[in-house]
């Protein structure tokens, strides 16, 4: 038996070559995620350990920042002095660093990256940790001068005598570059500027005298826990400190994000990969079984018993996954490879020569590939196990033409029911933790009554969708038509792969078109301001710029807007961390607020603080109610509610419940912040286009924010919004990619399974014209067929997510009619391209050979 299943595994390699590239892309993405983040990880901690002081003093974080406030944390730097003389210190440095600034060259144009990596300016203080050595030119002396990494001199064509201009919280300053620092480590792709140590303190921190860590070096002998334990008596529990390996452990820590969603994006690739997989090796089975029935049947009738021919079926699809692995895993590398050079042109630089290939990888690989394999042939070889010794002496075909469908429409209703229950479930639901369970119960249960109960489906669509084709294309639209019929599992197991694809296409993009509306929505009711001024990213900047806003002789009002980190203890006895607003007391000059209770003066009044009605409700705040609150940094205050929001809206990222208040609390308890956005209106309801220009004008030497209407800012949000519908986008090609191989494959199988019709077609007069047409056609009825599935399922999902959305503010319901549209078109495409291959195969076959054929 295991000679023969070698024998037929090689026989029919072709037939099972498409099932072996779905299984191939499945196990890329696994191990190429794998690879890549590892090889990330691995990198970073080496260059956190090597750069990473003995021990390192700085302030307390106390609330952490959601989103950035601009605040820049000091201490003074005569800890220094003291930490040098404790026990056991061998040097103590003083670190003057922050990565709130800008730099720009002569022209105003950015100098540094542009993929959302800081600009980091520091002292210039060289220990055989540092990151970077002087290369060329000499050191910094003096206000006027600074030194560049490499990378960043290089990408931007900056030569030593160049002028830069600093754009710091502070104020800006102008700079000369006297020398190039090249990186030693990895580098991060950060942009690094680096000033004397006096320059640093007050052009950076604002005076003399601070700093923003000290950086201590261990005596021989000492270890870095011991140190710690002495710098902590010595300074006691005012400041935060951590050994090498704790500060390391936080660095990679921060950088765990970003690998993250990096990971999960390559890994929903798979998932999808792995899903639409299924269906292909399935009906790739199926199809050979149902071809190898004779075959099956003098294996029963020579003495094989029902085991041992489904062990059979089972070892050749344990064959086809060990393949598709071995070639998966390599293809992974390659992947993992190609993103370390995209890495590379993004800035971060990092060695393919140091890719790590952990024991995780490989075991993941074969895993998925193997186990997806084993289960999609697990019902077929079943089936096969199921041939009757006297299949042998007959055509009979176990392919389940004929078969009743009672089962699967039992088990699809019951399914179905389940799945419709949950997302019925979700829509009534008013608490988001809830709806977002529901909803991820109803689409997988939904997803597995649609792929259960879509052979029922497939006759009453496809008459449908056929009904023309006999009056428009004669007896060859009729036979396609039937040929689609023929047998609805298999016609239900090619379109699903296409369906899968599209309902994640049509349910994200209803949500995303929501999601847009609302937005758009919300600002026409919110923002009354002529024009914002912010940065693109949300980062603050100096209050430089808005001095310069205020010099614009068309600006009237200006609003400033500060973020400030802030943790709330509740009534109910829940703490949360949060990021509240800071706004001037002109802010209904710049925003449409309306209250459910109290008013803007109430919520911008000293020690006060406003919150969203529904949030308050849910934790037991009433205006009044005084709440102890915590700022970064540790300030301590009890702030009062003075007003309660009714927005339809609890906040946004990091801005849990609708919180803001008076900019003059801000300043107190988080003082030096940076503005986060400044709302402008022109002067005595003058021209907004002479304000827009004058703005436009006074801000051209800032190029980090940028100046937008109404117009402008939805705009902003539909380009973020898009970055998720271009992943969806992606999704959707690569699940096109594997359906059409599906259908491909199917077809194909389908003329090896036909031969001998198609020969007797052909002798009793069609012509390969009209033979590779009807093809065509049933490529057509079955993509369409799927696609319609997938939009249906799609928009049941769609509307789904928006009730989850509505919890969150965005009550907006908007369908991408074009989407659904370009779906539609792009699946009769996709019928036609996947049935170019199998119809030229049919058409060139031999007539004599395909009437022989058995």
Known sequence: ??????????????????????????????????????????????????????????????????????????????LADRVASVDGVAAAHVEASVENITVVDGKNEPVGPTTGAPTIAVNWNITERSPVKLTSGREPSGSGEALLDKDTADKNKVSIGDSLTVLAQPGSFKVEIVGIAAFTTTNPGAALLYLDTPTAQTKLLGKSGLATSIEVDAADGVSDEVLKQRVAAELGGAYELRTADEQAESATAQLGGFLDV??????????????????????????????????????????????????????????????????????????????????????????????????????????????????????????????????????????????????RAIAGGVVGAAGAAALVGCAVSDKTATASSLLGLGVV???????????????????????????????VGRMSQRNALRNPRRTGATAAALMVGLALVGGLSIASASMTASFDDQIDRTLGADFVVQNSSFQPFPQEITEKVRGVEAAGTVVRQRFAAIALTLPDGKRIESTASGYDPQLDEAARIQYAAGDTKAA????????????????????????????????????????????????????????????????????????AALYVNAAG??????????????????????????????????????????????????????????????????????????????????????????????????????????????????????????????????????????????????????????????????????????
């Open 685 to 854: 309801g003058g021209d907004a286009a002479e304000l827009r220009r004058g703005l436009e004008t006074a801000l051209a030497p800032y190029p980090q924010v940028q100046v937008r209407d109404q117009a402008d800012y939805k705009e902003l949000i539909r380009q973020q919004i898009a970055v998720m519908l271009y992943l969806v986008y992606a999704l959707l090609g690569l699940a096109i990619v594997i359906a059409v191989l599906g259908v491909v494959n199917t077809l194909a199988l389908s003329v090896v399974e036909r031969t001998r019709e198609i020969g007797l077609l052909r002798a009793i007069g069609l012509s390969r014209v009209q033979l590779r047409r009807m093809i065509r056609l049933e490529s057509v009825m079955i993509a369409v067929f799927g696609a319609l599935l997938g939009l249906g399922l799609g928009l049941v999902w769609g509307v789904a997510v928006q009730r989850v959305l509505a919890l969150e503010g965005l009550t907006a319901f908007a369908v991408p009619w074009g989407t659904v549209a370009a779906v539609v078109v792009g699946s009769v495409v996709v019928g036609l391209a996947a049935a170019v291959l199998p119809a030229l195969r049919a058409s060139r076959m031999n007539v004599l050979a395909a009437i022989a054929h058995e």
């Open 262 to 407: 990096v990971k999960w994006v390559m890994l929903g690739f798979a998932g999808v990969a792995v899903l639409v997989g299924v269906f292909l090796i399935v009906n790739t089975f199926s199809m050979l079984i149902a071809q190898r029935t004779r075959e099956l049947g003098l294996l029963r009738a020579l003495g094989a018993d029902r085991r041992q021919v489904r062990r059979s079926v089972l070892t050749e699809a344990l064959l086809l996954g060990v393949v598709g692995s071995t070639l998966g895993l390599a293809a992974g590398v390659g992947l993992a490879a190609g993103l370390i050079e995209l890495m590379g042109l993004l800035g971060m630089n990092l060695s393919a020569a140091e890719m790590v290939v952990g024991v995780a990888t490989p075991v993941s690989a074969y895993a998925v590939g193997v186990g997806v394999t084993f289960v999609a042939a697990y019902l077929p070889a079943r089936r096969a196990g199921r041939v009757s010794p006297m299949a042998a002496l007959s055509d009979a075909e176990v392919a389940g033409v004929g078969r009743p469908l009672k089962v």
């Open 1 to 78: 038996m295991l000679k023969t299943t070698l024998r037929s595994f090689f026989a029919h390699k072709g037939r099972l070559l498409l099932s072996a590239l779905a299984v191939l892309l499945s196990v890329a993405f696994v191990s190429g995620s794998l690879i890549f983040s590892d090889t990330v990880s691995r990198t970073f901690d080496r260059l956190f350990a090597s750069t990473s002081a003995d021990v390192t003093v700085s302030p307390k974080e106390g609330v952490s920042e959601s989103l950035p406030t601009g605040v820049v944390r000091t201490l003074p730097a005569a």
């Open 604 to 675: 911008l009044a000293p020690d006060s603080i406003a919150m969203d009605k529904d949030y308050a409700a849910e934790h037991k705040v009433r205006v009044g109610s005084v709440l102890p609150a915590e700022f970064a940094g540790g300030a301590r205050a009890r702030l009062t509610v003075g007003a309660l929001t009714d927005m339809d809206q609890s906040g946004g990222p990091g801005m849990e419940g609708g919180l803001f208040m008076g900019l003059a609390t801000v300043e107190k308890y988080q003082p030096g912040g940076q503005e």
């Open 445 to 475: 249960l939904t997803l597995v009554a649609t792929v259960v109960a879509g052979p029922l489906l497939v006759r009453p669509v496809i008459r449908v969708l056929g009904a023309a084709f006999p009056k428009v294309f004669g007896p």
